[in-house]
């Protein structure tokens, strides 16, 4: 059975500090991964994905994760956060059959 | 082009009370998705549908929770009676239908339930 660890229930930074989340999934067959992002009282929202291609993929604010596919890992980076990147992130597996298998998240809370 | 739309945000009722939540996906969009929030959890999909039936409601809890998406279109989800255990955020997500391939799914804002 697919899962998604999430390694980190929350990730304290300070402002302009560089950050990673990570996540690592299992899975016997190729996986689609996915980072979203959840604000508070709003809904989850895509950040980036990986489906095929160059391993290091990017969103349009900044962030970037990297697809390994010998760790079974994705984790996600920021060379330099924002308080307005405070939320929680959510790693998710796509293994095909229409589920998404989603991580317990990490609640990321950017300090001035 | 208006998101996915839910209602409403917050409802507070008894337990062993009915309650009903309500969700219009993206216009176009075939595949419609009802996901259940527990606190401190990621999503975990409760129902699925293809235009008007359910295709995937193997983690539905058939015995107090219903759905219906009549037309196609907007969908209703019900608990009936409702249980302290029942307090949770309810996703409702759509995409383009498809066959194997991805299709991303757009998220609503959700519904938080809090049974007392």
């Known amino acids: 059975a697919q899962s998604v660890t999430q390694l980190d229930s929350q990730v304290p930074v300070f402002e302009e500090a560089p950050v990673e989340l990570r996540c690592n999934y299992s899975?016997?067959?190729?996986?689609?991964l996915f980072w979203y992002v959840q604000y508070p009282n709003q809904g989850l929202q895509l950040l980036l994905k990986y489906l095929s291609g160059s391993t290091l993929v990017e969103s349009i604010n900044g962030f970037e994760a990297e697809f390994n596919k010998s760790q079974t890992s994705f984790h996600l980076r920021k060379p330099s956060v924002h308080i307005s990147d405070t939320a929680e992130y959510f790693c998710?597996?796509?293994?095909?059959?229409?589920?998404?298998?989603f991580g317990a998240g990490t609640r990321l809370f950017v300090k001035a | 082009e208006a998101g996915v739309v839910q209602s409403p945000r917050y409802k507070i009722i008894e337990k062993k009370q009915p309650v009903a939540f309500w969700c219009n996906p993206i216009s176009g969009h075939n595949t419609l998705y009802w996901y259940r929030q527990n606190l401190g959890q990621g999503p975990e999909l409760l129902i699925r549908y293809e235009n008007e039936e359910a295709v995937d409601d193997s983690q539905l809890p058939k015995d107090r929770f219903s759905a219906e998406r009549l037309k196609g279109v907007d969908s209703t989800l019900k608990i009936q009676p409702a249980e302290l255990g029942d307090s949770a955020v309810y996703l409702c997500?759509?995409?383009?239908?498809?066959?194997?391939?991805?299709?991303?799914?757009?998220f609503g804002p959700g519904t938080r339930l809090t049974v007392l």
């Open positions: 899975s016997s067959v190729s996986v689609y």
């Open positions: 998710a597996v796509y293994t095909g059959g229409f589920k998404t298998i």
């Open positions: 997500a759509s995409s383009l239908s498809g066959d194997s391939s991805y299709n991303e799914q757009f």
